[in-house]
Structure formats: C-alpha cells, structure tokens
C-alpha cells in the first residue's frame, strides 16, 4: 500500500512512495506527529540520480523488518534535495560539523523541532569496515532517546547553538580589483593539475565556473596562462570517459584524476554549464573541439533532457539494468570487445577498439571500458568513424535505458536557457534558441505567481508547492537575459526585472549586503541558509550578482549595480584565498572590472543582413560579461536603444561603459575590436 509519497511531484519521493516504512515528505505535519508521540525524526535525503540512495534503499528501507521498527520508534522524513536546497543546505551543515564529511543520502535524526543530534550518510544493512549497521544505529538512537533524554536535548541544542554562530565573515565591503583577480589566478595556477588537466585531485569534477572566469579574465589582460587552462582542461575532459563519446553530454564527475571512469550520473546543470563554456571556449580559440562539444551537449540536452512542456529534465540515473535484470552503475555506457564485435564486426570492432581504447582488461569492471578519445597518433578514417559511432549509438539504444528525473527545476532551467540561446546563436541553430524561448515560456506560464514569485520546481505541468530560492532567482534571470540579447525581444529583460526586485527585497542583509539563500518570509528553519561559494552550480549569492550586474547594464538601475557591488565584497575576501570554490563570483569581478560593456545595435529590424551582421558580431564579442541590445530606430524594446539614430541610414552599433560610450559605428571589424574581438 503507498505511503504518503504516493502524491508527490519529485520522482525521487515517488521511487519510496512504495516502501514498507510509511514515509512523511517534509512539513510540519510529520514534527508534530513525533512530538504527539514523543519520537525522533528520522530524516533522509537524496536525490533520484543518487547511486548509494538506490543502493541504501534497497537494502533498508525496502526490507520489511527495518520498516516495522522505523514504524514504530521514528517518523521518518524523506527529501529531495534538489526540491527543498534549503532543507539540505542546513543539515548538511550539521553533518560536515559534526562528522567532517558529507554525502548523499543523508541521514540525520533529530528532534521534533527540527534539532539534529545524530548524523550520517550512507549505512549498511551490516556492519563493515567499521561502520554501524543502519539497524545498529537505530537501535542506539531509539536508546538513547528512551534512557538519555536530556543528553541528547544538551548534544541538539549545542549543535543549533554553534550553527549559529557560523554566520560567514561577510569579508569587504569594496569590490574586488586587478590584485585579488590576479592571486585568484596565482592560486588557481598551483592547484592547476598540468599532466591531466583540472584542479586538485580524485574525485575530479569539471570546473566549468572557473573555465568561465579563467577565459574572461584572458578576454580583459590577455594572460595566456589563463586560456591555456581553461583550453587544456577542456580537451581532457571532452577526450576522456566523463565525457559520452557517443551521444555527447558530460557526467557528474570522474572518479579518477584523469576524467576517465565517471560517475555515470548526466545532470542538467552540468551540462548546460559546459555547454556554455566550451560554446565560449570556441568564441575565444576557435577550436573545432570546443565547437563540436558545445553543440553536441546542447543536442544531449534536447534529446534527452527535453520534457513534453518544453522544460528540461533535472538528470538521467547511474545505473541502469544491465539485461539480467540487475540494475548496474554504467551498465548502458561501457563496452567490451566482445560488444564491440558482436555490433561491428570484427574489422570494425577492432578499429573501435583503437580509436576508443577499449581493452580487454577494461578500463571500469569487470572487463568493460568507458569510451574515450584519446590522443593518438597515425590518421584515422573520418567516415568509417563516424559510421562505427552512429551503428555503437544505435545498438546502445536498443540497452535498458537509465531512470530519467522528470522535474523540472527553475534554476537549473535557467542555466539551460542561456547556454542554449547563446550555442543556438552562435553556430546559426535556431532550434536551439526556439527551445531556450520555450523553456522561459513555461517557466514564466507555469513557475511564476501574479507577484512574479517563483515555483521551485514542476512535473508534467503541475507546479511544485516549494518557493523558489535564491538560485532560482538569480539562474533564471541570467537566462532571461541572456534571451533578450540573443532574441532582442526586451520581454525577458522585464521578467528578469521582476525577479531581480525580489532579490533585492527578499534576499540581501540591507546593513551588510550580503545575501542569504532563502527568502525572509521563507519556511524558518534552524537557520537561514546563507553560503556564497560555488558547489556544482554557481552560488545563489554569485548567481545574483552577475545577474544584477547585468540588469544594471542594460537600464542604468544603480540600486541593482550597487547590490552586484556590495555582493561582489565576498569574492575579494574569498577570491584569493579559494578561487577553486567562488570561481562564478570571479567570473562576476571580470565583468565589473570591464564595466561591463553595453552594445546597442540599431537596425532596420531582423531580417536585415547589416544589422543581423552586427548583432552576431556583439554577441560573439568576448568584452566579460558585455551585454547586448537590438532593435530598431526608435523603438522603447530595451532602455539602450533610447536615442540611438541610424548613421547614414546604416545600422550602427554603440558601445558604452561606466557612463562613457566610443564613436557609433557601422563597421562590424571596428565592433569586433571594441569588444576584445
């Protein structure tokens, strides 16, 4: 019989909708149940792609005994982190604390006023390796809640006690310069992993916010340092297995130091994030790499990741059923010779092998190897590659395919919309651009109320019941105003307007400026999460800032310049100290050290060679975080085009920054210039 689950809008509540232990989503039903029955709160969090989340469920929360006895001595909570961030951000806090590490699924026990006094992640149906069992760890905290309540009431309340006094160090209230970018690169350069690639060590993940920053910060000084970086970690990743050499799209991360055995998890804000990286990868260097990765993401993206309402999918799962019915990590991506044979033939095979090193010994388990491209030398025959590629793309698709996790998360959402109309504009794709319209279109039909407030989250066009956070905001904002520059439809600056207002009123601290991740009228948790460093995806705090900056640009509003630059005081105190972690932020100090440039282009409307000529020139200018308007004389579409002529009758471009503008131009090299072109 299902449990409370049953109705939920997450796939990964519904995956335990099913289980033995009658399950509560998170609301203020379940604390009071344990306090009428004077019982800890079990909490579990995952998420739908999580590998070792499949893995303790089965094991736990599938079995019927430990059911009964979570039944009767807990109420147990279950969340899906990527729906409530904010639940997530907090008492993973507590675990890091109290444990110094932390992961998915989480298990926290706490009080029934959301007090936390025990902490874990992943436990086993026995115990091994010096881990408690989960039964074990059960038993311990329904003793010590029975036998020694104050103690554990002195364990919780200290734990609140010292979570509070972990407000950040908000740092400076000026804005970083030329020197703190400038230690940013320093430090980025001695964790910079040269032989491989990337920054630091295993697990190594793809470092597509300080790519971001690295080549805006060779766009603004020309430091080749910078570039050879960013352009080095990209061929490494794009040649190596986190990387899907068949359908395109990138996995969460590798396990290796050498981005070859990944976790096999496809998210959408990692591909949307390397989509737009390599896209501007490709804007400085030309790589035809860069080129043919930025748009094979965005085709994974849209192939896989599209849902029926024009929105994007939050992730496709690890594992999949590797045709015994066993569900397996990998299972769908790896190959081994014998596939390869039985698919190709043995000529064939033996080519596919070579070209994507595919061995006997197997470069994952048992025996199986994760594609890759590796460099090699001699010139392979571009045709029969391409052929092999489309019959191994084919037979793979005839494999059980991963779960997908249909919900549609405004953030990440939002990610996707900018990466897709600036790739779709860049390489004349307007198909691409038409999805990243149709992915606002929903957000705004079905993610935002009449108070432009915002939805978390969707599935199969049923809005989610939790408010949007900070990122939320911030990410979609960015994509609104990347669609305007891209579209010259001055709509998307009007919504990211509204969105921004929110920011302003609803998120910043106004006596430091510093910004939390939920809203002040938000759920009141323990505490109120506030973290500006970059985890998978850019910080809510980053996010915001760029965004605010950008706003600021294209309408002059100074309360919103003033808030990026009040928010931006963080990256001087952490820029230098860890640019791995606010690598957005630093990317946001580029463009405001640049201005950043304003481009107006007037025109005789879009079907014009000249203008449509000059708006792919300011689109592909490389100025940090330029942003750009179109239009026609005299149209009130975007607060640039104000009293912006035509010369001679010729459509002419206006570049500004900070209150000073160049001559008006007609000429596209000239524009080119202007812009770091």
Not at 28 to 50: I, K, M, N, Q, W
Not at 90 to 113: H, I, K, L, R
Not at 161 to 174: K, M, N, P, V, W
Not at 561 to 584: Q, Y
């Amino acid at each position: 019989m299902p449990n409370r689950l049953a109705q939920a809008t997450s796939p990964y509540l519904l995956q335990h909708a099913d289980n033995p232990v009658d399950w509560w989503p998170w609301d203020t039903d379940a604390f009071e149940e344990a306090r009428r029955r004077d019982v800890p709160v079990f909490l579990s969090v995952g998420y739908s792609a999580c590998h070792w989340c499949h893995v303790m469920a089965h094991e736990s929360f599938e079995d019927d005994d430990t059911a009964a006895y979570m039944n009767e001595h807990f109420v147990s909570v279950k969340v899906d982190r990527e729906e409530r961030p904010d639940v997530d951000a907090v008492y993973m806090e507590a675990v890091q604390a109290a444990t110094g590490q932390g992961g998915w699924p989480m298990s926290v026990f706490m009080t029934p006023d959301g007090e936390p006094f025990y902490f874990g992640t992943y436990f086993p149906p026995a115990s091994r390796q010096g881990m408690p069992s989960f039964r074990q760890v059960l038993e311990g905290v329904r003793s010590a809640w029975a036998d020694r309540r104050d103690e554990v009431s002195d364990v919780a309340g200290k734990i609140v006690q010292d979570l509070a006094r972990r407000e950040i160090s908000y740092g400076d209230t000026q804005t970083p310069g030329e020197e703190e970018l400038a230690q940013a690169l320093l430090g980025l350069t001695r964790e910079y992993d040269p032989q491989r690639g990337g920054f630091g060590g295993a697990p190594k993940f793809p470092p597509s916010m300080v790519i971001e920053f690295l080549l805006r910060h060779h766009a603004r000084t020309g430091a080749e340092g910078a570039l050879q970086m960013a352009a080095d970690t990209c061929e490494r990743m794009a040649r190596g297995g986190i990387y899907d050499q068949l359908g395109g799209g990138f996995a969460r991360y590798s396990v290796d130091r050498d981005f070859v055995v990944p976790h096999f998890e496809k998210m959408l804000y990692d591909n949307a994030l390397l989509c737009r990286a390599y896209a501007h990868l490709w804007r400085t260097t030309g790589s035809e790499l860069a080129r043919r990765v930025a748009l094979e993401t965005a085709d994974f993206m849209m192939r896989e990741l599209r849902t029926g309402e024009g929105g994007f999918a939050s992730a496709l799962d690890a594992d999949s059923d590797d045709g015994t019915g066993r569900h397996v990590e990998g299972a769908y991506y790896v190959w081994t010779p014998q596939q390869l044979t039985e698919v190709l033939g043995a000529e064939d095979a033996e080519l596919a092998a070579q070209y994507f090193e595919v061995t006997e010994q197997g470069t994952f388990e048992h025996g199986a190897s994760v594609l890759q491209l590796p460099q090699r030398e001699g010139v392979f025959d571009a045709k029969r590659i391409e052929g092999i590629r489309e019959r191994m793309l084919r037979a793979r698709g005839d494999r059980p395919a991963p779960g997908r996790d249909d919900k549609v998360v405004a953030a990440w959402n939002g990610l996707a919309i900018a990466a897709l109309a600036e790739t779709g504009a860049y390489f004349d794709r307007p198909d691409l651009v038409e999805a990243a319209v149709g992915a606002a279109d929903l957000l705004v039909r079905l993610h935002l109320d009449e108070q432009a407030r915002l939805a978390r989250t969707s599935k199969d066009g049923r809005v989610g019941a939790n408010a949007g956070v900070l990122e939320d905001y911030a990410d979609v904002a960015e994509g609104f105003l990347a669609l305007a520059s891209v579209t010259g439809e001055g709509v998307w600056l009007e919504f990211a307007g509204f969105l921004l207002d929110h920011v302003l009123t609803r998120f910043v601290d106004e006596e430091t400026g510093s910004l939390y991740d939920t809203a002040a009228d938000a759920e009141q948790l323990i505490r109120r999460p506030q973290d500006p460093t970059d985890n998978a995806t850019p910080s809510g705090w980053s996010a915001a800032a760029g965004a605010l900056l950008s706003y600021a640009a294209h309408t002059g509003a100074q309360p919103h310049r003033a808030a990026a630059e009040r928010a931006l005081g963080v990256v001087k105190a952490l820029g230098p100290r860890v640019p791995r972690f606010i690598g957005w932020g630093l990317a946001v100090a580029e463009a405001l050290l640049d201005g950043p440039k304003e481009v107006a282009i007037v025109g005789r409307g879009p079907d014009d060679e000249a203008t449509t000529a000059l708006h792919r020139t300011a689109l592909l200018g490389r100025a940090p975080g330029a942003v750009v308007a179109v239009g026609v004389a005299g149209s009130d579409e975007f607060p640039l085009l104000t009293d912006r002529p035509l010369l001679d009758d010729t459509p002419t471009a206006y570049v500004c920054r900070n209150f000073t503008c160049d001559a008006p131009t007609t000429d596209a090299q000239r524009l080119r210039t202007a812009l770091g072109g």
